[in-house]
């Protein structure tokens, strides 16, 4: 069953979605060389705290972190740890995830530590993005849960890879249903698979996080011994990017960007949904 929301429940996931954006902001600015994965976890902290929310990531299945913090190969779920330093020329992408009185955010972002990045790394972190937009932009009343699938999945496929090749759309991971609980029906795949239908009808009140994971190569992963971590089978690095979005009668807006994702979705000619918190 997809939950709905009504308005009151959505101004009170885009209050735990304003806490998220609080902590991309924060640990983005703290993600420089030398710094610790555990760093960035207590940084976290700190925001959630100064914001009076609860992480939903902590004790989240058993996970011993508010944050995941995946670096380089780790695709997604890297726990925070005083041993993994950043070191000039990492990738990282931070998830995390705040409640506010019982509704959940969620969001993921990919940086750069310090300089020198190739080229094709900069441009997967920039197609990851953009097909998380293009998704955002496929939300919208009288679609189907298939059209965002297939909206990421499409701009992905139409981007040349620096060197050749295609870039590996993760198979294992995607979006979700969100909001009393992080992770809710319906399951949302990064790429179209016909088996599964074209999903549910998108209607006003309907809450997603939208997130691909594109590699460099293999679509495929594998967990590693902690239970959690994952990485690409072919060590090839990746990006991560994921906003919680709600679809209103208004539009969609984008419950975990600090302007409700107005300016981004102006520039795909779709006006966002007034910010119910003003």
């Not at 009151?8 to 902001?25: C, N, Y």
């Not at 019982?102 to 310090?114: E, I, K, P, Q, R």
Request: with cysteine; aromatic share 6%; charged share 20%.
């Amino acid at each position: 069953m997809v939950q709905i929301k009504n308005p009151e429940q959505i101004a009170k996931m885009r209050e735990a979605g304003l806490v998220v954006a609080a902590i991309h902001a924060a640990t983005r600015e703290a993600a420089v060389p030398g710094a610790s994965t555990k760093d960035l976890d207590q940084v976290a902290r700190k925001v959630l705290a100064e914001h009076d929310a609860k992480p939903n990531f902590l004790g989240y299945g058993g996970f011993p972190a508010t944050i995941c913090t995946s670096v380089n190969e780790v695709v997604v779920h890297g726990i925070p740890s005083d041993d993994v330093v950043l070191k000039d020329g990492d990738v990282i992408s931070i998830d995390c995830g705040a409640i506010i009185d019982g509704w959940h955010g969620d969001a993921a972002y990919t940086a750069f530590v310090g300089s020198g990045h190739s080229p094709e790394l900069v441009e997967l972190s920039r197609v990851t993005e953009e097909s998380m937009w293009a998704g955002i932009a496929a939300m919208k009343q009288g679609n189907r849960l298939v059209d965002i699938s297939r909206a990421i999945e499409t701009y992905i496929r139409r981007q040349p890879k620096p060197g050749g090749g295609k870039y590996g759309i993760i198979e294992d991971y995607g979006g979700h249903g969100i909001g009393t609980e992080m992770h809710m029906d319906p399951h949302l795949l990064n790429y179209v698979e016909r088996k599964r239908g074209k999903g549910p009808k998108l209607v006003p009140g309907f809450c997603l996080a939208i997130e691909p994971m594109v590699s460099l190569g293999t679509p495929r992963t594998e967990v590693l011994s902690d239970d959690w971590t994952v990485i690409t089978t072919d060590g090839t690095w990746s990006s991560h990017w994921e906003h919680s979005v709600a679809l209103t009668e208004q539009g969609p807006l984008v419950l975990t960007a600090p302007d409700g994702g107005k300016a981004k979705l102006a520039e795909m000619g779709i006006t966002a949904a007034p910010d119910p918190l003003g």
